[in-house]
């Protein structure tokens, strides 16, 4: 049974960081490209971030680049996302998201709730 969970959300203030976290289980994590995406009430899903399967590759967001960072620690099958210079622009529930075309698998997190508000 495949599962993500996330967690390290929350509320902070602006200028503030963060670190979420995805741990996963039930699939061949080291296959998989993995990313970070965020949602606002009544917009659309922004893609973030992402991450190649061996580590060695990353993109971003305009909007993120600079203060984010992802990461993935094959061994412990989790990735996080360090976010840092946090503005309140940033509020939204964050997705963990694990992709692999060959396998067709496309996992998604639960969502966690990051609030930035002085």
């Known amino acids: 049974q495949v599962q993500l969970v996330e967690s390290g959300g929350g509320l902070v203030h602006p200028g503030g960081s963060l670190r979420l976290s995805c741990v996963a289980s039930g699939f061949n994590f080291s296959l998989y490209a993995l990313a970070w995406e965020r949602q606002v009430p009544g917009k659309e899903r922004e893609l973030v971030t992402g991450i190649t399967p061996a580590g060695d590759s990353t993109a971003y967001a305009p909007s993120v680049k600079g203060r984010f960072t992802i990461s993935r620690d094959n061994a412990e099958r989790t990735w996080y996302l360090q976010m840092n210079n946090l503005t309140p622009e940033d509020t939204a529930v964050y997705y963990c998201?694990?992709?692999?075309?060959?396998?067709?698998?496309?996992?998604w997190g639960q969502g966690i709730q990051v609030t930035v508000s002085s």
């Open positions: 998201n694990a992709v692999n075309a060959m396998e067709d698998g496309d996992y």
